[in-house]
Nanobody, 119 residues
Framework: VQLQASGGGVVQAGESLRLSCVAS????????MGWYRQSPGNERELVAS???????TYADSVKGRFIISRENNKNTVQLQMNNLTSEDAGVYYC??????????????WGQGTLVTVSS
């Protein structure tokens, strides 16, 4: 599975960004998708995820501000990030989990896209 993330950039606090990730090499509708964030000195952490059935999960810090969505017909997962703060800054990674083969779970990562929030 190949994942191509895009949409990072430099914004001011309070502004919005939308990240996109296009997947290839698998049946997208089978994949569980997620966005992770890593900031300097910190471990990579889950920001939001959406299962292949459409169930979503969010980190407490982004609830009410971020929305994850998927378009299976476009092999795409997006992360709409609103009211950004300096704590949202970091490298965002797209993740895909594939458990379509019984008894297996394969994890895939895209290249990161950098989000910088200036105050």
């Amino acid at each position: 599975v190949q994942l191509q993330a895009s949409g990072g950039g430099v914004v001011q606090a309070g502004e919005s960004l939308r990240l996109s990730c296009v997947a290839s090499g698998a049946i997208f509708s089978d994949l569980h998708m997620g966005w992770y964030r890593q900031s300097p000195g910190n471990e990579r952490e889950l920001v939001a995820s959406v299962t292949n059935g459409g169930s979503t999960t969010y980190a407490d810090s982004v609830k009410g501000r971020f929305i994850i969505s998927r378009e299976n017909n476009k092999n795409t997962v997006q992360l709409q990030m609103n009211n950004l703060t300096s704590e949202d800054a970091g490298v965002y990674y797209c993740n895909a989990g594939d458990d379509s083969d019984p008894g297996t779970y394969n994890d895939y990562w895209g290249q990161g896209t950098l989000v910088t929030v200036s105050s």
